[in-house]
């Protein structure tokens, strides 16, 4: 399928939502995903991973340990960007996903045994544009985002919306 | 090259302006963007031409219109077929329209229109190309449309007290663009001379369709209209929730928008009026008198409304000369002597001071994109924030969400149709899946996490990150105070009406005609230059406020 760059924004968008990952986290991963499209496949993976209560170490820069990477990698892309010591996400590897969320931040990813660390970066930001997106993967997006959907009612048909049902004039 | 430096009064307090009942009361202006467009094609000489028309006599096929702008042409395509009466409704839950459209980037060849033909009819349910910039559709206001036909075959008068009061011969029930259904994102047009503002591809849609519609009504009535008839039909719009949200959804735009238009009052305020501005002001105020008088609805409470506003109007203007106005302080003294009545007449006075001040006020209309999105300030500390929400954010601080009221309403998205829609959260399922439009909410959950909180703002954010969304609204608030509605958006009273006519008037709406507090009829591009116009070289930009006999 050929997606406009806003289309995948607002998908991607609408998914990280329905998994409950907070607007502005689900705002920056869909921005992120538009530059990167080619992590698209990766990202379906991350959507599935339950989203954990994370633990945070601010004693030398940024510890985080539970962390999901599209709610918690803001955080880290903040406290790299203001040149925190170390930030260090525990158990989390890197891949497209990581990859194109410290593109679109202007920071870089670098694994380190089984942790990731998070550093500032010089690297130009990509540029969104459209692209191609596998079929299955455009539905597994579209089955979260219908998470954020709600169901029509007779009641909400008639109140909900506007205009009138038949609008001969 | 040389540098203007314009005198300015201070800008009006985003306090007072931003408030939803007063967003409810905006009227269009020389800022609106259909404006700048008329403005854009006049200026560029832009003209129209029609390569292809394969239009029957009952009114259906298909055209092609073609117009250059800033050096680029697009082409509106047209398609037409029989609807049944019982399928013509405006809502997005429709599936089949009188009329569909595609604004089209160059020249669509033959088997683009076999693809467009395909494709439009079905809009959200087809698929589109990076070729296609914007898609519509549009239903007939049947009786009017009927009724300039029989004219047109018979011979007889035309029926010119329908043609005032409709205002158009069909109405969009949506105008899409920036990659909806696979259309060209706007990022691909952005940067091209004439489309740089805001809505300038839509408007563009708009306005052609207006001309397709006047070409339809002579094509199946056999005769033409005569211009002065036919600038007086514009194009129609029935507009629900579907608008609303956006306003919400992108702060930063909607300052832009906003300190434009209170930066071109402040301007004008302070301006000198000679002789002929003044006196073009008088003119000005019998035209509104008049587009007061000729805006009649059904709704009893916005009818009361411009009732009391015809009245305000008369006692605002009266005694008004061009001696009067040219004097010093003049404008000033109007806008705090409006001040005393309705925000109806505040607003109407503002777009009307505008008017005459081109100058002034044109050249704004360039500052009115705005391609940012909102950035986290991930250094600034929880003591700064707290100052910027007492400083900013008392709309929102000071809100009981405790009382039921407070949180009645929530916006959610239909798994039907998968448009926006308000629902009651105590009585009606699915506020679990709220959509996040609830702002004042979030600010206010934000400053009450936010209390004992030090260090900065990041750290907290790591630790509580649902409130990124909130902090990073707060911040844009220092540089932006006019992007956000100062009002709570979900509270009980709150009505989108005011939301969607705020909208509508920058795109230039006039004679809002709402049927509930969910969705309005508006008139766009009635009075505005017609295709002819330009062709020969007589257009205009004077068209504010439509009346019957400008």
Request: overall charge negative; some cysteine.
């Amino acid at each position: 399928m050929n997606i406009s760059e806003n289309e995948l924004k607002m998908m991607v968008l609408k998914a990280c939502r329905g998994i409950g990952l907070p607007v502005a986290q689900a705002q920056e991963v869909a921005a992120a995903m538009a530059a990167s499209p080619w992590a698209l496949k990766q990202l379906l993976t991350q959507l599935a991973k339950p989203i954990l209560t994370a633990s945070f170490d601010f004693s030398i820069g940024l510890d985080i340990k539970n962390a999901h990477i599209l709610r918690d990698f803001w955080a880290c892309a903040d406290a790299a960007y203001l040149a925190s010591p170390r930030v260090c996400i525990r158990g989390v590897s890197s891949c497209d996903v990581t990859e194109a969320l410290a593109r679109y931040r202007g920071v870089s990813v670098v694994a380190q045994g089984e942790d990731l660390l998070v550093m500032v970066d010089e690297r130009p930001m990509l540029k969104p544009a459209r692209c191609e997106v596998a079929p299955d993967e455009w539905q597994q997006l579209e089955t979260y985002a219908a998470l954020t959907y709600v169901p029509e009612t007779d009641a909400s048909r008639l109140v909900g919306a506007g205009a009138g049902l038949t609008d001969n004039d | 090259m040389k540098d203007f430096v314009f005198s300015q009064a201070k800008l009006r307090h985003p306090d007072k302006i931003m408030r939803l009942s007063r967003l409810g009361a905006m009227f269009p202006s020389r800022l609106s963007f259909l404006r700048s467009l008329t403005r854009q094609l006049i200026s560029d000489r832009s003209t129209v031409s029609r390569p292809h028309w394969n239009i029957d006599e009952d009114g259906f096929g298909t055209a092609v219109y073609s117009v250059t702008v800033g050096g680029h042409t697009y082409s509106l395509f047209s398609i037409t077929k029989s609807l049944e009466p019982e399928m013509r409704t405006d809502r997005v839950i429709a599936e089949a329209w009188d009329a569909a459209f595609v604004l089209y980037d160059g020249v669509p060849d033959a088997s683009e229109i076999e693809r467009l033909s395909q494709n439009a009819p079905l809009q959200e349910a087809g698929r589109f190309t990076q070729k296609d910039l914007c898609l519509s559709r549009a239903n007939k206001s049947v009786r009017l449309f009927d009724q300039i036909v029989a004219s047109l075959r018979s011979g007889t008068g035309l029926p010119m007290g329908m043609i005032q009061s409709i205002g158009y011969l069909m109405r969009t029930t949506a105008v899409y663009g920036n990659g909806k259904f696979g259309i060209a994102d706007r990022r691909e047009i952005e940067a091209r001379p004439g489309l740089q503002g805001p809505f300038m591809a839509e408007m563009l849609t708009v306005w052609l369709i207006r001309t397709f519609t006047h070409d339809l009504v002579e094509h199946v009535g056999g005769s033409q209209l005569p211009d002065i008839v036919k600038r007086q039909l514009g194009i129609g719009n029935s507009t629900g929730l579907g608008m609303a949200p956006f306003l919400v959804s992108h702060p930063l735009l909607l300052h832009s928008w906003m300190v434009c238009r209170e930066t071109a009052l402040a301007r004008v305020r302070v301006a000198e009026i000679d002789l002929e501005k003044a006196a073009q002001l008088v003119t000005l105020s019998r035209r509104v008198a008049q587009h007061l008088l000729e805006w009649n609805i059904p709704d009893p409470t916005h009818q009361s409304r411009i009732v009391k506003l015809r009245n305000e109007w008369a006692n605002l203007t009266v005694g008004l000369s061009a001696e009067v106005l040219n004097k010093n302080s003049a404008l000033d003294c109007l806008i705090y002597k409006s001040e005393l009545g309705s925000q109806d007449l505040q607003e109407l006075t503002v777009s009307w001071m505008l008017e005459p001040f081109g100058d002034l006020v044109d050249g704004l209309a360039e500052c009115m994109a705005n391609p940012h999105a909102l950035a986290l300030d991930p250094a600034m500390s929880c003591d700064d924030l707290r100052k910027i929400l007492v400083e900013h954010c008392g709309y929102a601080t000071e809100v009981d969400f405790t009382s039921p009221h407070a949180s009645e309403q929530f916006w959610y998205v239909s798994e039907a149709k998968l448009e926006p829609r308000i629902g009651k959260r105590h009585t009606e399922l699915g506020a679990d899946r709220e959509s996040p439009l609830d702002i004042s909410r979030q600010i206010h959950a934000l400053a009450q996490d936010l209390q004992g909180q030090s260090g900065p703002i990041w750290q907290f954010l790591a630790q509580v990150p649902r409130h990124r969304l909130a902090v990073q609204r707060v911040q844009a608030l220092v540089h932006n105070p006019y992007s956000e509605i100062r009002d709570n958006l979900v509270d009980g009273e709150m009505a989108p009406i005011d939301m969607l006519r705020c909208k509508l008037s920058f795109f230039g709406a006039s004679k809002f005609d709402p049927k509930s507090q969910l969705w309005t009829r508006i008139t766009l591009a009635q009075g505005a230059p017609l295709a002819s116009d330009l062709a020969a070289g007589t257009a205009r930009d004077d068209w504010w406020l439509p009346v019957s006999a400008p």
